[in-house]
């Protein structure tokens, strides 16, 4: 992945924090708190995006490849990475105010399918701090609508029921719980048992706060919770008797952005700022408004119009006050149609459901075509693309009591 040595980095880092070797050893700080990283799917001659958490502001932060095992050399005074003799350094970058440092680099093509890279993140070798290990395997060249992976599942909830979170996990909502889940659909641990069943109609993972955000709908109170999605511990909840959600999102300022369906027919797209019980409408409305998606960029998305005919894709702007609208697409014409959810990838191919039809379209941002996925006979429910495992997740009413959940290669 590099050809620069990580010993000489990390010496040159402790040199300008140290003069003399002897003293280094009597001055050295404690270990400090863990990093965390982030790490997209390993595609060769594609972007690889490695991102780094909760670090010091200001700090320079190195990103390590090789493979899994143990590292200590001299410079770090007796601490080790968890990394095999010697890494290879990815690239480095100095943290943001937020705590974030981004390196991004470019596999070559070579990299051959199958292999597998550990990355592993540090800083300050005076009290290293450091990451978890992650690694990512290179996949085979697949095209879009294979099957990657096909699981059963409990019942789906209605909307918005997929999304991840940033240790590598799928998060589903099955059977009225919140289902954790990993890259290949492997069942790893079940986060939030609802007392209700169906009662998690949608949500959401919040990177900022690194907390799930879910909208229960039951009566007599309709209610927003937050828990932790690694415990299900509840970290905060928010009660509301007046928003009614069709979906939602966290969006990149930290607000919590929702459909509300004021009555039949009537809409709104409401916004709670900074995680307070504070909300206001931005008066999109319209008839039929059925989803509302984020993008990693600067634009919203969300399905409006008739459902049976006649919906269309609005996009709206994310940076400007207000959300003011950029304009709409026509979404295909296909008798009956009923398109309820939508997600993105970080090319800006949009994918949609029509439960109708039983079909999964993916649409160039500007509303084109490209490409669809049919499922004669099946119902898609919920969508997700995940950056990290660079695939694109659909739960399914197979059949009467029979539900899936698959992994799809993305467009």
Same mark, same amino acid.
């Given at each position: ?85 010697? +890494? ?19 596999? +070559? ?34 095209? =879009? ?49 609802? +007392? ?32 932790? +999605? ?42 709670? =700022? ?138």
């Amino acid at each position: 992945m590099s050809t620069r040595p990580v010993s000489t980095v990390l010496a040159l880092a402790v040199a300008a924090c140290a003069s003399g070797g002897s003293d280094l050893d009597l001055q050295r700080p404690p270990p400090g708190p863990p990093l965390h990283l982030a790490v997209t799917a390993l595609l060769p001659g594609e972007a690889l995006e490695l991102l780094v958490e909760d670090a010091t502001p200001g700090a320079t932060v190195y990103v390590l490849a090789g493979h899994p095992g143990t590292w200590c050399p001299a410079v770090l005074g007796g601490s080790c990475m968890d990394l095999a003799p010697a +890494p290879s350094v990815v690239g480095s970058a100095v943290a943001s105010l937020d705590g974030i440092a981004t390196v991004t680099v470019t596999p +070559p093509v070579s990299l051959p399918v199958g292999s597998t890279w550990s990355f592993q993140a540090g800083s300050e070798p005076m009290a290293l701090r450091k990451s978890q290990v992650v690694d990512r395997t290179v996949p085979a060249p697949c095209t =879009f609508g294979d099957v990657l992976a096909d699981v059963p599942m409990g019942a789906p909830h209605d909307q918005d029921n997929i999304d991840g979170d940033r240790d590598d996990h799928v998060i589903v909502g099955e059977g009225g719980d919140i289902v954790l889940r990993d890259f290949d659909l492997g069942l790893t641990g079940i986060d939030y048992p609802s +007392p209700y069943a169906f009662a998690n109609h949608a949500f959401d993972y919040d990177g900022w706060t690194h907390t799930l955000v879910i909208y229960q709908y039951y009566s007599p109170t309709p209610r927003l919770r937050r828990i932790d +999605p690694l415990t299900g511990a509840d970290v905060g909840a928010e009660v509301t008797t007046t928003l009614n959600f069709g979906n939602g999102y966290v969006d990149r300022f930290g607000n919590l952005n929702v459909v509300n369906r004021a009555a039949r027919g009537v809409y709104t797209f409401d916004t709670s =700022f900074a995680h307070t019980d504070t909300w206001a409408g931005v008066g999109l409305g319209g008839n039929g408004v059925d989803v509302v998606r984020n993008v990693d960029s600067t634009r919203a998305y969300k399905v409006s119009g008739t459902v049976g005919g006649g919906q269309v894709l609005d996009v709206y702007d994310l940076t400007l006050h207000g959300l003011p609208w950029l304009g709409s697409y026509s979404l295909p014409s296909v008798p009956g149609s009923i398109y309820l959810d939508l997600t993105i990838d970080e090319n800006e191919t949009l994918y949609l459901t029509d439960r109708a039809n039983g079909i999964v379209y993916a649409l160039a941002s500007d509303g084109t075509m490209l490409g669809a996925i049919a499922t004669p006979g099946e119902v898609p429910h919920s969508l997700h693309w995940n950056r990290d495992a660079h695939a694109l997740y659909a739960s399914y009413v197979v059949s009467s009591g029979v539900y899936a959940l698959r992994k799809y290669c993305g467009w």
